[in-house]
């Protein structure tokens, strides 16, 4: 079955940088879209980023625009959130999600997500 | 960007009876190949989101026929009959017509 597995989250101080992965198996990573989504302590979901099944396109909210890279590695079935000048208010569960097909925008599958703590 | 709103914020629903949870955005989420765009999902306690519904009333892989999706345009609505325990949790709204995709505040389900 499909199974999404973050890593890499933990508590970084304002202004550095952190990446973080989610490992894919149970699918054929390569045919699929994938996103990042992050939920603060006690609140909703945001949507963060998006990269097409290939790589050739990528997609940010605004307040991340400039600082957060979504990358994937299709031969390891990888995909990566590299995040620098983090801010406070970048604290969060990030989830990655699978697409449901090419580019649809749902998010068919979850990961359990890791939490990255942005702190002083 | 396409504000999403839900309501209500919470309720408490008795096992067995129905509830019904209605979110509405700011623009239409009618794309021109007829099909609107927003989905509902599911976040059960210390869980990761499910995804429910997409494209407004296309009932995802697993999930039981009594919960339903329905609605156009701007309104929406998922309804679930015969509540059970394991209906508990946060369900969102969420447009995916335009990015960035927007979630509702999300709608507390609990059992009286």
């Known amino acids: 079955q499909v199974q999404l597995v973050e890593s890499g989250g933990g508590v970084v101080q304002p202004g550095r940088s952190l990446r973080i992965s989610c490992a894919a198996s149970g699918f054929p990573f390569s045919g699929y879209a994938m996103h990042w989504v992050r939920q603060a302590p006690g609140k909703g979901l945001e949507w963060v980023a998006f990269?097409?099944?290939?790589?050739?396109?990528?997609d940010y909210r605004d307040s991340v625009k400039g600082r957060f890279t979504i990358s994937r590695d299709n031969s390891q079935d990888t995909l990566y959130l590299q995040m620098n000048s983090l801010r406070v208010e970048d604290t969060a569960v990030y989830f990655c999600?699978?697409?449901?097909?090419?580019?649809?925008?749902?998010?068919?599958?979850w990961g359990q997500g890791t939490l990255v703590t942005v702190s002083s | 960007d396409i504000v999403m709103t839900q309501s209500p914020l919470s309720l408490a629903v008795t096992p067995g009876e129905s509830a019904s949870i209605s979110c509405r955005s700011s623009q239409s989420l009618l794309h021109s190949n007829g099909y609107n765009y927003l989905d509902w999902y599911l976040q059960k306690p210390g869980q990761s989101p499910q995804l429910l519904f997409y494209l407004a009333s296309n009932r995802a892989s697993g999930v039981p026929d009594r919960f339903s999706g329905s609605g156009a345009g701007t309104d929406f609505t998922l309804k679930i009959s015969r509540v059970e325990a394991e209906d508990v949790g946060v369900y969102y709204c969420?447009?995916?017509?335009?990015?960035?995709?927007?979630f509702g505040g999300g709608t507390k389900v609990e059992i009286k």
């Open positions: 999600a699978r697409d449901r097909t090419g580019s649809s925008g749902s998010l068919s599958d």
């Open positions: 990269i097409s099944f290939d790589g050739s396109n990528q």
């Open positions: 969420m447009q995916t017509l335009q990015t960035p995709g927007t």
